[in-house]
């Protein structure tokens, strides 16, 4: 005992007490969300307020609805320039008990500048690192690959873009960093009667580029549990939002936007069975998934989330 005091063994026995509630609290609050994974954001739904200067503000509101990774873009980006120093908006999202696993990155400067988004993706701690699309410009400012123009891609092409893309993988590897592809307009586009998205499953070496899912494409793209199930090991990550499946959809040509999305629906308000999905996603090698939506329907995704056993 040391000579410790009556009061002193008092006062340790508390602080003890205290830190188990802690940890119990903490394993109950990571028992009560999907997969035992911290439930995402990704921000750039809310890239106005990043832009304001209301990053430490934005941060403050996810830790309060539960959110404990945030899923951030690159300062290629307009709006997420004021985040160029990476070591400091590291320290912004500590101070509010978030961390930054994922980011997504301009294909302009995947190819161009992939060195220095490696520094700035090591400054914030990611250890996965993607692009939109591998296409002609959706949106996200991507820089697609010659062939890439018009509405008839050709299996050269996607070759080509393929190969392209593995060889970033290898300098992201090199640095410790998973790259990644999200799917927009060109994966969900036709090559040779099949979708692009398939071909470049087979042509993507899973150890240097796996893949992000994006739940509101399931409409174009097909069930996501078949993908995992027939892919396990090609996947690291998801964009959740709800998804309309009832209005039909067809398949999105390179310069036709994001193919697939319906009105505005948050997780759990739809009719899609999410426990399956993420059960599947899991078995897969799934590390991380993010809601992708507006604030007023993250605040209800993220409530939902809370109430999956998975």
């Known amino acids: 005992m040391s000579g410790m005091s009556r009061r002193e063994l008092f006062r340790k026995a508390a602080k003890d007490t205290a830190a188990a509630g802690l940890l119990a609290a903490g394993a109950r609050e990571m028992g009560a969300v999907p997969m035992s994974i911290p439930i995402g954001s990704q921000t750039y739904p809310h890239r106005k307020r990043i832009q304001d200067g209301d990053f430490a503000g934005l941060c403050k509101d996810m830790a309060d609805i539960g959110v404990r990774n945030l899923e951030l873009c690159s300062t290629a980006y307009a709006e997420f320039a004021v985040l160029a120093d990476g070591k400091q908006t590291r320290k912004i999202l500590e101070d509010h008990g978030l961390q930054c696993p994922s980011g997504h990155f301009e294909m302009a400067e995947l190819r161009n500048r992939h060195e220095e988004a490696i520094a700035w993706a090591r400054d914030l701690g990611m250890t996965q690192m993607g692009t939109a699309s591998l296409g002609a410009p959706s949106g996200h400012g991507a820089a697609g690959f010659e062939g890439m123009e018009g509405d008839h891609i050709t299996v050269d092409v996607v070759k080509r873009a393929a190969e392209a893309y593995n060889r970033i993988g ?34 993507l070496d899973p150890k240097l580029v796996k893949m992000q899912f994006q739940m509101s494409s399931m409409r174009v793209v097909g069930d996501p549990v078949m993908y995992f199930r027939k892919y396990p090991g090609h996947w690291v990550s998801l964009h959740l939002q709800g998804v309309n499946l009832d209005p039909p959809a067809q398949p999105a040509g390179p310069g036709r936007g994001r193919g697939g999305r319906g009105p505005g629906l948050a997780v759990g308000k739809d009719k899609v069975d999410w426990a399956k999905i993420l059960t599947a996603a899991k078995a897969a090698g799934v590390k991380n998934y993010f809601v992708e939506q507006s604030w007023d329907l993250t605040v209800e995704s993220v409530a939902y989330l809370k109430t999956l056993q998975v």
């Not at 960093?177 to 071909?199: K, P, W």
């Open 170 to 203: 290898e300098v992201a590897a090199k640095a410790g960093i998973q790259q990644f592809l999200h799917n927009e307009a060109f994966e969900q586009s036709q090559v040779d009667g099949r979708l692009t998205y398939q071909v470049l499953l087979e042509l």
